[in-house]
C-alpha cells in the first residue's frame, strides 16, 4: 500500500483522539466528520463505531484494542459558526471505552500490557483485524468448531477450540425458555458430528449425562450412538414402559459417607456404629467362607440373647434377630413363630424352654442349639441386593453394641429405619449384582434419565453416579499409561437441584458431603481428564465455590437480579455493557466468555438438525387447543 492509499485509509478508519485515561476506561473525543451511522470507504459502506464495537488505540508501534461501553453527547461551547452547518458540528461526540487486550505480531491478545496517552488516534478495527479479536481457536494445538454467528455482526461465524472447550469446566445458564438446553445440546452436537466416526474417540472420550426432565434421552438427541438408562421409582410399570437399571456394584454402595447420607445418619452416634457395621461387613466379606462366619455370629448372639437377664432388652433384640433369619414355615404350610418354644420366667429372670420349670438358659447353655431360633440360622442366605444385606449386619451390629451397652436401641434404630425406607426406592433403579466392569465398554456416551424418579432419589443418584466414575477414572489413570489417555466429561443439566448450597430439604451433612463430592472433581478433576459441564436456571442458588472454578460460560437471559450479581462477582472479565445485556438477551442468545474466548462475545446458537434437538419445547397452546 503507497503511503496516499494508507493516509487515505487512515483518514477514514481514524474516529478520534483520546481525551481521558482512568486506568482501563478510556475516553476518545469523536471527529465531528465521523458523527453518523455509515462511513465510505473504496466505494463500500462502513458501518461506524456503536456501543458494544470495538476500536484501536494507536501508542506508537502499539496497539491497543478496547470495547465502546458507552457514548455522550455535549454541545459545542466553542462552536460559532454563523454560516448554515449540519447538527453534527455543533456537539462534541464522546465515546467511553474499555481496554481489552492489544495486538503483538498481528494476533490479539487479551490483558493489559500497557496503557494509551492523552491525544494517542482512535481508529475503526479493519475485517483482518475484527477476525482476529474474534477468532478463538489456536490453528496450531487445536480444532474450530461453529456454534454460532456475532450477534451484533450477522455473518461473522463463532468458532471455539475443541480442547480449549472440551477440556474445561463449562457453565450454562439462563431462565427457563432462554435457549440454555439447546445450547448444551448444539456444544455436544457438534462435538459428536466432528469426532463420533474416529475410532480414538470412542475409545478414549467417555461422556456421562445426568437428565432430570427427560430432555435428552430421546434416540437421537445429541446422537444415537448412546446409552440411555430410564430409571423409575414408580410401583408398577406402565405398558410399554422401558425400566432400566444403572449397575452399581457392591463396591461403590458400601461406603461410610454414602450410607450415613442415605441412613441421615448423626454425626456423633449414628455415623460411628455404621463406620463400625461396614468393618464387621468387609471382615465377614474377607472370610474364607463368608456365610459360615456370619452364621456362626448370628448363632453366638442368639446365646447372648437368651441368656440376658434384662425382658425389654432382650425381647427388642430378639426381634432383631427375626428380622435377619428367613420365615419358619411349619408342616401345615403355616408361618411359625421362632420363639413359640420357649418363654420368659419372670420370677427367674431369664428364658427357658417352654413349660419345663427347671431348664433356664443362662444355667443350661447347652440346651440353646435345641431352639427353633438357634435352628432357624442354618437357613440363612445372603440377600441378593446390597442394601438388604448391608442391613443384616446393621442389626447384628446393633445386637452386639446394645448387649455390650456401647449402644442405645432407640439411639440408632431409626437409621436403620431409614435405610429400609429406600431400600424398595433402590432396588428400582440399581443393578447391585452388576460386575465391576466399565459402563463405557459399549458406548462412550451414557445418560441417565431421573424423569420418573422421585426427588429424594433424584438428589441422590447424581452423587452416586459421579462418585463412583470419578473414582475409577482416578484408579485407572494410575494404573495403565494407555488409559491415561482417557478423558472424561460429567454433563448434569438443571444442575441446581444437587448443587443447591441452600436447600432446607436434607440434612446439613448430606449437603456438605454433595457439595465436596463436586467441588473436589472441579477442583482437582482436570489433572485427571474429568471435566463438568452443568446447566442451570439459578447460579445463584449454585456453591459459589463451584461457579468460581467454572472456565468458560454461557449466559443466555437472566431475569432474576441474584443471579445477575452471582454472575458478575464470579467472571472478573465480563464487561459491564454484557452483565446489563443479559436481562434482554433474546431466546437462544448467549454472552460467551471465558478462558477459550479473549473478549465476552455476545453469539446466537446455530440450528441443530431437528432428529437431534433436545425434547424442550414449550407446547403450542393454539395448535393444542383449536
Same mark, same amino acid.
Given at each position: ?7 487515505? *485509509? =487512515?483518514?477514514?478508519?481514524? &474516529? /478520534?483522539?483520546?481525551?481521558?485515561? #482512568? $486506568?482501563?476506561?478510556?475516553? @476518545?473525543? !469523536? ?109 496450531? *494445538? =487445536?480444532?474450530?468448531?461453529? &456454534? /454460532?454467528?456475532?450477534?451484533?455482526? #450477522? $455473518?461473522?461465524?463463532?468458532? @471455539?477450540? !475443541? ?464
Amino acid at each position: 500500500m503507497s503511503n496516499d492509499q494508507q493516509t487515505l *485509509k =487512515d483518514s477514514i478508519f481514524k &474516529i /478520534g483522539r483520546v481525551i481521558s485515561v #482512568k $486506568g482501563r476506561l478510556v475516553e @476518545v473525543r !469523536v471527529d465531528k466528520t465521523k458523527n453518523t451511522s455509515h462511513l465510505l470507504y473504496k466505494g463500500e459502506l462502513l458501518k461506524n463505531i456503536s456501543v458494544g464495537g470495538y476500536v484501536k488505540i494507536i501508542k506508537g508501534f502499539t496497539k491497543i484494542v478496547g470495547k465502546v461501553k458507552g457514548e455522550r453527547v455535549e454541545e459545542d461551547k466553542y462552536f460559532s459558526g454563523k454560516d448554515y452547518k449540519s447538527d453534527k458540528e455543533k456537539v462534541n461526540r464522546t465515546l467511553e471505552i474499555e481496554l481489552l487486550g492489544f495486538f503483538q505480531n498481528n494476533n490479539f491478545k487479551r490483558g493489559i500490557k500497557e496503557l494509551p496517552l492523552i491525544d494517542n488516534e482512535c481508529f475503526l478495527l479493519e475485517n483482518r483485524e475484527f477476525d482476529e479479536v474474534h477468532d478463538f481457536v489456536d490453528s496450531k *494445538k =487445536d480444532e474450530p468448531l461453529n &456454534i /454460532g454467528t456475532l450477534t451484533l455482526e #450477522k $455473518g461473522q461465524k463463532i468458532n @471455539v477450540g !475443541v480442547n480449549s472447550l472440551f477440556a474445561s469446566h463449562i457453565g450454562i445458564f439462563g431462565n427457563t425458555g432462554s435457549g440454555k438446553s439447546y445450547t448444551l445440546a448444539k456444544l455436544y452436537r457438534e462435538l459428536f458430528k466432528k469426532y463420533q466416526e474416529k475410532e480414538n474417540f470412542k475409545k478414549n472420550a467417555h461422556f456421562l449425562l445426568v437428565d432430570f426432565n427427560g430432555e435428552y434421552s430421546t434416540e437421537k438427541c445429541i446422537t444415537e450412538s448412546k446409552k440411555v438408562y430410564n430409571l423409575s421409582t414408580k410401583e408398577e410399570a406402565e405398558e410399554g414402559d422401558n425400566r432400566d437399571k444403572f449397575p452399581l456394584n457392591e463396591n461403590d454402595l458400601i461406603n461410610i459417607e454414602l450410607i450415613s447420607i442415605l441412613a441421615n445418619a448423626t454425626d456423633k452416634t449414628q455415623k460411628p456404629f455404621i463406620s463400625r457395621s461396614i468393618k464387621f461387613y468387609k471382615q465377614v466379606q474377607e472370610s474364607d467362607v463368608p456365610l459360615d462366619f456370619f452364621k456362626n455370629t448370628v448363632k453366638n448372639r442368639v446365646r447372648d440373647i437368651l441368656q440376658m437377664s434384662d425382658k425389654n432388652k432382650a425381647y427388642i433384640l430378639a426381634d432383631y434377630i427375626k428380622t435377619i433369619l428367613p420365615k419358619l414355615i411349619e408342616e401345615d404350610g403355616f408361618e411359625g413363630d421362632l420363639m413359640d418354644d420357649i418363654d420368659w420366667h419372670n420370677q427367674s429372670q431369664g428364658f427357658r424352654i417352654r413349660g419345663d420349670n427347671g431348664t433356664f438358659f443362662d444355667q443350661h447353655p447347652e440346651k440353646i442349639p435345641e431352639t427353633k431360633l438357634f435352628k432357624q440360622v442354618d437357613q440363612y442366605t445372603f440377600p441378593e441386593d446390597v442394601i438388604s444385606k448391608l442391613i443384616h449386619f446393621l442389626y447384628l451390629q446393633l445386637i452386639y453394641d446394645v448387649y455390650t451397652d456401647k449402644a442405645q436401641n432407640e439411639h440408632i434404630a431409626p437409621a436403620i429405619n431409614k435405610l429400609r425406607s429406600k431400600k424398595h426406592d433402590i432396588e428400582k433403579v440399581l443393578n447391585t449384582q452388576a460386575e465391576a466392569d466399565d459402563i463405557f465398554s459399549e458406548n462412550n456416551f451414557i445418560v441417565v434419565n431421573l424423569y420418573d424418579v422421585n426427588l429424594e432419589m433424584k438428589k441422590t443418584l447424581p452423587l452416586l453416579f459421579a462418585r463412583k466414575i470419578y473414582a475409577e477414572h482416578k484408579s485407572k489413570r494410575k494404573t495403565d499409561t494407555e488409559e491415561a489417555k482417557i478423558s472424561l466429561n460429567i454433563v448434569i443439566d438443571e444442575a441446581h437441584n444437587i448443587l443447591s448450597k441452600e436447600s432446607v430439604r436434607e440434612a446439613e451433612s448430606w449437603k456438605d458431603y454433595r457439595l465436596e463430592t463436586f467441588e473436589e472433581i472441579i477442583k482437582e478433576g482436570r489433572k485427571f481428564g474429568v471435566f463438568l459441564t452443568i446447566a442451570s436456571q439459578r447460579p445463584a442458588d449454585i456453591s459459589a465455590t463451584i461457579i468460581s472454578q467454572l472456565h468458560n460460560y454461557f449466559l443466555h437471559r437472566l431475569i432474576n437480579n441474584n443471579d445477575i450479581i452471582a454472575i458478575e462477582r464470579t467472571i472478573s472479565y465480563l464487561d459491564r455493557l454484557s452483565v446489563e445485556s443479559m436481562s434482554i438477551l433474546p431466546t437462544g442468545t448467549c454472552i460467551l466468555a471465558g478462558i477459550l474466548a479473549q473478549i465476552p462475545v455476545i453469539v446466537d446458537i446455530g440450528q441443530i438438525e431437528q432428529e437431534y434437538e433436545p425434547d424442550n419445547k414449550t407446547p403450542e397452546l393454539i395448535k393444542n387447543w383449536s
